[in-house]
Protein backbone atom coordinates (compact mmCIF):
# COMPACT_ATOMS: atom_id res chain seq x y z
CA UNK A 1 0.00 0.00 0.00
CA UNK A 2 0.86 4.02 -0.48
CA UNK A 3 -0.01 5.21 2.72
CA UNK A 4 -0.05 8.57 4.20
CA UNK A 5 0.65 9.10 7.83
CA UNK A 6 0.13 12.87 9.35
CA UNK A 7 2.50 13.86 12.42
CA UNK A 8 4.80 11.07 10.50
CA UNK A 9 7.62 12.82 12.31
CA UNK A 10 5.88 12.49 15.78
CA UNK A 11 7.12 10.28 18.21
CA UNK A 12 4.48 7.55 17.54
CA UNK A 13 4.14 8.76 13.77
CA UNK A 14 7.97 7.84 13.43
CA UNK A 15 7.69 4.31 14.46
CA UNK A 16 4.67 3.68 12.79
CA UNK A 17 6.53 4.87 9.56
CA UNK A 18 9.30 2.32 10.23
CA UNK A 19 6.51 -0.67 10.77
CA UNK A 20 4.70 0.03 7.43
CA UNK A 21 8.34 0.63 5.86
CA UNK A 22 9.17 -2.99 7.21
CA UNK A 23 5.99 -4.69 6.27
CA UNK A 24 6.51 -3.47 2.39
CA UNK A 25 4.51 -0.69 1.89
CA UNK A 26 5.13 2.64 0.71
CA UNK A 27 5.34 5.71 3.41
CA UNK A 28 4.34 9.66 2.82
CA UNK A 29 5.02 11.25 6.38
CA UNK A 30 3.22 14.57 6.58
CA UNK A 31 4.29 16.86 9.68
CA UNK A 32 4.35 20.45 10.52
CA UNK A 33 7.48 20.08 12.64
CA UNK A 34 5.63 21.97 15.64
CA UNK A 35 6.32 18.99 18.28
CA UNK A 36 7.75 16.57 16.11
CA UNK A 37 11.07 16.63 14.31
CA UNK A 38 13.17 14.92 11.26
CA UNK A 39 15.58 13.90 13.33
CA UNK A 40 13.13 10.89 14.15
CA UNK A 41 12.47 10.11 10.44
CA UNK A 42 16.10 10.89 9.37
CA UNK A 43 17.05 6.90 9.43
CA UNK A 44 13.82 6.49 7.15
CA UNK A 45 14.44 8.24 3.86
CA UNK A 46 14.68 6.18 1.04
CA UNK A 47 13.14 5.04 -2.24
CA UNK A 48 9.76 4.35 -0.26
CA UNK A 49 9.83 7.10 1.61
CA UNK A 50 8.69 10.57 1.57
CA UNK A 51 9.06 13.51 3.54
CA UNK A 52 6.34 16.34 3.39
CA UNK A 53 5.78 19.43 5.66
CA UNK A 54 2.73 20.87 5.60
CA UNK A 55 0.51 22.17 7.90
CA UNK A 56 -2.78 19.76 7.62
CA UNK A 57 -5.30 21.90 9.25
CA UNK A 58 -4.76 24.54 6.52
CA UNK A 59 -5.09 21.57 3.90
CA UNK A 60 -3.13 18.35 2.79
CA UNK A 61 -2.29 17.61 -0.45
CA UNK A 62 -0.34 14.44 -1.86
CA UNK A 63 0.02 13.13 -5.27
CA UNK A 64 -1.00 10.39 -6.86
CA UNK A 65 -2.09 6.79 -5.16
CA UNK A 66 -3.16 7.07 -1.49
CA UNK A 67 -4.34 3.92 -0.11
CA UNK A 68 -4.35 4.54 3.80
CA UNK A 69 -4.15 7.40 6.13
CA UNK A 70 -2.67 7.30 9.43
CA UNK A 71 -3.70 10.18 11.18
CA UNK A 72 -1.69 10.94 13.90
CA UNK A 73 -1.15 14.68 13.74
CA UNK A 74 -1.85 16.61 17.01
CA UNK A 75 0.21 17.79 20.24
CA UNK A 76 -0.73 15.18 22.33
CA UNK A 77 1.27 15.93 25.82
CA UNK A 78 -0.21 18.38 28.24
CA UNK A 79 3.04 20.64 27.75
CA UNK A 80 2.41 21.23 24.57
CA UNK A 81 -1.49 21.11 24.30
CA UNK A 82 -1.55 23.49 27.05
CA UNK A 83 0.69 25.90 25.29
CA UNK A 84 -0.97 25.58 21.94
CA UNK A 85 -4.88 24.97 22.75
CA UNK A 86 -6.18 26.79 19.86
CA UNK A 87 -3.97 24.81 17.32
CA UNK A 88 -4.92 21.56 19.01
CA UNK A 89 -8.24 22.08 18.74
CA UNK A 90 -7.68 23.25 14.83
CA UNK A 91 -6.12 19.90 13.90
CA UNK A 92 -8.63 17.40 16.07
CA UNK A 93 -11.23 19.47 13.91
CA UNK A 94 -10.07 21.31 10.80
CA UNK A 95 -7.11 18.56 10.10
CA UNK A 96 -8.94 15.33 10.58
CA UNK A 97 -11.98 17.01 8.00
CA UNK A 98 -9.19 17.53 5.92
CA UNK A 99 -7.63 14.14 6.16
CA UNK A 100 -11.14 12.48 5.49
CA UNK A 101 -11.75 15.26 2.47
CA UNK A 102 -8.51 13.25 1.44
CA UNK A 103 -9.45 9.82 1.69
CA UNK A 104 -12.83 10.23 0.28
CA UNK A 105 -10.96 11.92 -2.53
CA UNK A 106 -8.68 9.02 -2.69
CA UNK A 107 -10.21 6.44 -2.05
CA UNK A 108 -8.35 5.52 0.77
CA UNK A 109 -9.18 4.08 4.31
CA UNK A 110 -8.22 6.15 7.28
CA UNK A 111 -7.25 5.67 10.82
CA UNK A 112 -7.90 8.09 13.72
CA UNK A 113 -5.44 8.12 16.46
CA UNK A 114 -7.66 8.93 19.20
CA UNK A 115 -6.77 9.06 22.69
CA UNK A 116 -7.78 7.49 26.72
CA UNK A 117 -8.32 10.98 27.20
CA UNK A 118 -11.88 11.08 26.00
CA UNK A 119 -12.95 9.20 29.08
CA UNK A 120 -11.46 12.63 31.04
CA UNK A 121 -11.51 11.64 34.57
CA UNK A 122 -13.19 8.42 34.58
CA UNK A 123 -16.39 7.36 36.60
CA UNK A 124 -15.54 3.47 35.53
CA UNK A 125 -12.64 1.44 35.88
CA UNK A 126 -11.24 0.05 33.83
CA UNK A 127 -12.48 2.20 30.72
CA UNK A 128 -14.12 -0.14 28.38
CA UNK A 129 -15.16 1.49 24.64
CA UNK A 130 -18.69 1.43 25.51
CA UNK A 131 -17.73 4.07 28.50
CA UNK A 132 -18.83 7.98 27.47
CA UNK A 133 -16.73 9.53 29.57
CA UNK A 134 -16.48 12.55 32.54
CA UNK A 135 -15.15 15.15 30.81
CA UNK A 136 -15.11 18.93 31.51
CA UNK A 137 -15.11 20.82 28.15
CA UNK A 138 -14.30 24.01 29.59
CA UNK A 139 -11.64 22.93 31.81
CA UNK A 140 -7.74 23.69 30.71
CA UNK A 141 -7.31 19.79 29.32
CA UNK A 142 -10.91 20.29 27.32
CA UNK A 143 -8.35 21.69 24.31
CA UNK A 144 -7.33 18.07 23.61
CA UNK A 145 -10.34 15.57 24.83
CA UNK A 146 -12.52 17.68 22.89
CA UNK A 147 -10.66 17.40 19.85
CA UNK A 148 -10.37 14.42 19.92
CA UNK A 149 -14.35 13.98 20.89
CA UNK A 150 -15.18 15.64 18.26
CA UNK A 151 -12.59 13.75 15.69
CA UNK A 152 -14.17 10.41 16.48
CA UNK A 153 -18.03 11.92 15.66
CA UNK A 154 -16.59 12.98 12.87
CA UNK A 155 -14.82 10.13 11.55
CA UNK A 156 -17.88 8.34 12.06
CA UNK A 157 -20.03 10.29 10.17
CA UNK A 158 -17.79 10.24 7.01
CA UNK A 159 -18.16 6.54 7.41
CA UNK A 160 -22.20 6.73 8.28
CA UNK A 161 -22.28 9.27 5.15
CA UNK A 162 -20.07 8.35 2.46
CA UNK A 163 -18.96 4.89 3.25
CA UNK A 164 -15.02 5.07 3.92
CA UNK A 165 -13.40 2.40 5.71
CA UNK A 166 -12.58 4.44 9.15
CA UNK A 167 -10.96 2.94 11.97
CA UNK A 168 -10.70 4.64 15.20
CA UNK A 169 -7.69 3.56 17.79
CA UNK A 170 -8.27 5.10 21.76
CA UNK A 171 -3.93 5.12 23.11
CA UNK A 172 -3.20 4.72 26.60
CA UNK A 173 -0.25 5.74 28.08
CA UNK A 174 2.77 4.89 25.30
CA UNK A 175 6.54 5.32 25.90
CA UNK A 176 9.79 4.45 24.03
CA UNK A 177 12.25 5.99 22.40
CA UNK A 178 12.09 9.36 20.61
CA UNK A 179 10.01 11.19 23.31
CA UNK A 180 11.37 13.91 24.20
CA UNK A 181 13.73 14.62 26.75
CA UNK A 182 11.33 17.96 27.24
CA UNK A 183 7.88 16.16 26.62
CA UNK A 184 6.50 16.99 29.80
CA UNK A 185 4.74 13.90 30.58
CA UNK A 186 5.35 11.16 32.96
CA UNK A 187 8.03 8.74 31.94
CA UNK A 188 10.46 10.99 29.78
CA UNK A 189 9.83 13.79 33.46
CA UNK A 190 11.00 10.61 36.04
CA UNK A 191 13.52 9.36 33.76
CA UNK A 192 15.57 12.61 33.15
CA UNK A 193 15.07 13.63 36.68
CA UNK A 194 16.44 10.31 37.96
CA UNK A 195 19.38 10.26 35.65
CA UNK A 196 20.52 13.70 36.43
CA UNK A 197 20.05 12.99 40.11
CA UNK A 198 17.25 15.97 40.14
CA UNK A 199 14.42 15.27 42.15
CA UNK A 200 11.34 13.30 40.71
CA UNK A 201 8.68 15.32 40.64
CA UNK A 202 4.44 14.30 41.34
CA UNK A 203 1.93 15.81 41.18
CA UNK A 204 -0.80 15.27 44.09
CA UNK A 205 0.03 12.43 46.63
CA UNK A 206 1.37 9.76 44.10
CA UNK A 207 -2.43 7.53 44.58
CA UNK A 208 -3.59 8.33 41.13
CA UNK A 209 -3.00 5.54 38.56
CA UNK A 210 -1.51 4.96 35.27
CA UNK A 211 -1.10 2.18 32.70
CA UNK A 212 1.97 2.41 30.40
CA UNK A 213 2.34 0.67 26.64
CA UNK A 214 5.16 0.48 25.28
CA UNK A 215 5.47 1.96 21.57
CA UNK A 216 6.35 -1.15 19.61
CA UNK A 217 3.16 -2.55 21.19
CA UNK A 218 1.45 -0.04 20.81
CA UNK A 219 2.25 0.28 16.99
CA UNK A 220 1.68 -3.48 16.03
CA UNK A 221 -1.79 -2.87 17.61
CA UNK A 222 -2.53 0.00 15.40
CA UNK A 223 -1.41 -2.06 12.19
CA UNK A 224 -3.21 -4.48 13.36
CA UNK A 225 -6.89 -2.66 13.48
CA UNK A 226 -5.60 -0.78 10.20
CA UNK A 227 -5.98 -4.18 8.50
CA UNK A 228 -9.02 -5.12 10.46
CA UNK A 229 -12.78 -4.73 9.33
CA UNK A 230 -13.22 -3.18 12.75
CA UNK A 231 -15.01 0.13 12.73
CA UNK A 232 -15.50 0.91 16.19
CA UNK A 233 -13.24 2.48 18.78
CA UNK A 234 -10.48 -0.18 19.92
CA UNK A 235 -8.52 1.02 23.47
CA UNK A 236 -4.53 -0.36 23.06
CA UNK A 237 -2.78 -0.07 25.69
CA UNK A 238 -1.13 -1.90 28.78
CA UNK A 239 -3.70 -3.08 31.26
CA UNK A 240 -0.87 -3.26 34.20
CA UNK A 241 -1.80 -0.68 36.32
CA UNK A 242 0.64 1.10 38.80
CA UNK A 243 0.09 4.35 41.42
CA UNK A 244 2.46 7.06 40.65
CA UNK A 245 4.14 6.69 43.50
CA UNK A 246 5.03 2.77 42.68
CA UNK A 247 6.35 4.29 39.23
CA UNK A 248 8.61 6.87 40.72
CA UNK A 249 10.25 4.17 43.17
CA UNK A 250 10.40 1.71 40.05
CA UNK A 251 12.70 4.34 37.91
CA UNK A 252 14.53 5.10 41.02
CA UNK A 253 15.25 1.31 41.25
CA UNK A 254 15.77 0.60 37.67
CA UNK A 255 18.22 3.95 37.39
CA UNK A 256 20.34 3.46 41.18
CA UNK A 257 19.06 7.00 41.41
CA UNK A 258 19.11 8.54 45.01
CA UNK A 259 16.48 11.03 43.90
CA UNK A 260 14.81 12.08 46.05
CA UNK A 261 10.36 12.37 45.46
CA UNK A 262 9.24 15.77 45.71
CA UNK A 263 5.62 16.50 45.81
CA UNK A 264 3.57 19.65 43.70
CA UNK A 265 0.00 20.18 43.47
CA UNK A 266 -2.32 18.06 41.46
CA UNK A 267 -3.67 19.98 37.90
CA UNK A 268 -6.88 20.86 37.06
CA UNK A 269 -8.95 17.22 35.72
CA UNK A 270 -5.58 15.36 35.79
CA UNK A 271 -7.19 12.10 35.86
CA UNK A 272 -7.33 9.59 39.07
CA UNK A 273 -7.42 6.85 37.36
CA UNK A 274 -6.34 5.00 34.06
CA UNK A 275 -5.98 1.50 33.40
CA UNK A 276 -7.41 0.31 29.58
CA UNK A 277 -10.18 -2.86 29.31
CA UNK A 278 -8.51 -4.46 26.56
CA UNK A 279 -10.96 -7.08 25.69
CA UNK A 280 -11.97 -5.61 22.68
CA UNK A 281 -8.19 -5.68 21.03
CA UNK A 282 -7.78 -9.32 22.42
CA UNK A 283 -10.77 -10.29 20.67
CA UNK A 284 -11.09 -8.54 17.67
CA UNK A 285 -7.44 -7.96 16.99
CA UNK A 286 -5.63 -11.18 18.83
CA UNK A 287 -3.53 -8.06 20.49
CA UNK A 288 -1.84 -8.34 23.40
CA UNK A 289 1.39 -6.79 24.80
CA UNK A 290 4.48 -8.14 25.04
CA UNK A 291 6.98 -5.79 26.29
CA UNK A 292 7.13 -5.58 30.47
CA UNK A 293 7.33 -2.02 32.08
CA UNK A 294 11.19 -2.57 33.25
CA UNK A 295 12.63 -3.82 29.76
CA UNK A 296 10.88 -0.84 27.98
CA UNK A 297 11.83 1.62 30.36
CA UNK A 298 15.31 0.17 30.12
CA UNK A 299 15.24 0.72 26.40
CA UNK A 300 13.59 4.15 26.73
CA UNK A 301 16.42 5.28 29.33
CA UNK A 302 19.06 4.37 27.24
CA UNK A 303 17.53 6.03 24.12
CA UNK A 304 17.24 9.48 26.33
CA UNK A 305 20.59 8.94 27.50
CA UNK A 306 22.03 8.42 23.95
CA UNK A 307 20.24 11.82 22.78
CA UNK A 308 21.23 14.26 25.54
Request: net charge negative; charged share 20%; with cysteine.
Amino acid sequence: MRIVITGGAGFIGSHLSERCLQEGHEVVAVDNLVTGSEKNIAHLHGPKFSFSLQNISDGVFVDGVVDFILHFASPASPVDYLELPIQTLKVGALGTHNALGLARAKGAGILLASTSEIYGDPLVHPQPENYWGNVNSIGPRGCYDEAKRFAEAIVMAYHRMHGIDTKIVRIFNTFGPRMRASDGRIVPNFLRQATNGEPLTIYGDGSQTRSFCYVTDLVDGIYRLMLSKEHNPVNIGNPREHTVLEFAELIKELLHSKSEIVFEPLPQDDPKQRKPDITRARTILGWEPQVTLEDGLRLTANHLRDDS
